[in-house]
């Protein structure tokens, strides 16, 4: 099935919790994959370190290494149920990041055959455009989603940033945008300072929203007023034209259809 990567200019824009909030969204089965090198966040964000730890990305690894078969089954030793039904799923990105030096190219290509061979897709948290980043694994992706806030100093970083990650990636794996907020610039504006993308979405500044998502706390009240806040309301558009996107690639790409996929967002602004 597909891997759809997120990654950003840095700086903290609210990548994993868009990341996290589509997963939650999503509609059918999906795998939320923390492969950030810098290590993971929700279990000790969201789930407040309650959660017992598994060794997540790091076991699935080095379960790769051995075969695909053993990768599968690593997989569902080491993954987490989000919702009783465990149609969303987690694994946990790296305790310590100083592991991530153990991680070569090839151990990415590893991962991101595993990813590949699931039959549902896969969200791939990567962490910031750095030299660090699992590039093996972008490049395997049916669709990058850059995540930034639309201010200068984004912009600013993004610019070169961007840049690198499109000469890594090639032609072949699509770039898309997606803002936290709407000011200062618009969706219009950073296509002319940083390119075009084939798909283009906005998230809502929504802070109570995003503060659950990112830190955990507060009552089960408040846990179930998320469902319906405005970020996870845009979270859920978001997941659906990102699969659409996805399934019209595919398709295109295997003959089922003719014609390029559908850019998401184009016209809007």
């Known amino acids: 099935m597909s891997v759809i990567a997120f990654t950003s200019p840095g700086d903290s824009p609210g990548a994993t919790t868009t990341a996290f909030a589509m997963a939650l969204t999503w509609p059918g089965r999906v795998l939320l994959a923390e492969c950030s090198p810098a290590g993971g966040q929700i279990l000790r964000g969201y789930f407040q370190c309650h959660t017992p730890p598994v060794g997540g990305l790091w076991d699935l690894a080095l379960a790769a290494v051995h075969s695909p078969n053993a990768a599968e089954a690593a997989m569902w030793e080491q993954t987490i149920a989000l919702d009783d039904e ?18 070569s190219a090839t151990t990415w ?6 990813f590949s061979a ?6 791939a948290d990567t962490g910031p455009i750095s030299p660090e980043q699992p590039f093996a694994l972008l490049r395997a992706a049916e669709l990058v989603i850059v995540v930034m806030r639309p201010t200068l100093a984004q912009v600013a970083a993004a610019r070169p940033r961007i840049a690198r990650l499109r000469q890594a990636l090639g032609p072949t794996v699509p770039l898309a945008l997606c803002l936290i907020g709407e000011r200062p610039y618009t969706l219009r504006d950073l296509r002319a300072e940083l390119g075009e993308f084939a798909m283009t979405a ?15 706390g507060g009552s089960d009240r408040a846990r179930r007023r998320i469902e319906v806040s405005p ?3 845009a979270a859920r558009t978001t997941a659906n034209h990102a699969l659409s996107f996805t399934t019209a690639q595919r398709r295109a790409l295997t003959g089922s259809s003719s014609g390029r996929a559908p850019v998401v967002g184009e016209g809007r602004r």
């Open 86 to 103: 465990r149609q969303h799923l987690l694994l946990p990105g790296l305790v310590d990041p100083f592991l991530a030096t153990e991680f």
């Open 109 to 114: 290509d590893n991962l991101a055959a595993t």
């Open 118 to 123: 699931l039959p549902f897709p896969v969200l």
């Open 202 to 216: 906005t998230m809502p500044i929504d802070e109570k929203a995003a503060s659950v998502l990112s830190q955990g």
């Open 231 to 233: 970020l996870m309301r």
